[in-house]
């Protein structure tokens, strides 16, 4: 389950109820949330908004691999 899923899930609205509030298709949010596609920086800021998140909590990753260079 990805962070979007899980935050989307925890504030009880489904994946038609977001992408009906940032104006996309249901299918077209589904590929957002599973990974699939690529998130603009406005629709991600308008799901942020939605949600009542911050866009870093939502789609930066939570793990960093650190090269020793």
Do not use: W
């Amino acid at each position: 389950m990805t962070k979007l899923e899980q935050v989307r899930v925890k504030q009880n609205y489904s994946q038609k109820e977001i992408a009906n509030a940032v104006g996309i298709a249901v299918s077209t949010y589904c590929q957002y949330e599973n990974g699939v596609r690529s998130i603009p920086i406005h629709i991600a800021n308008a799901i942020a908004e939605k949600l009542n998140y911050s866009r870093d909590d939502i789609f930066l990753p939570t793990k960093f691999t650190v090269s020793k260079l």
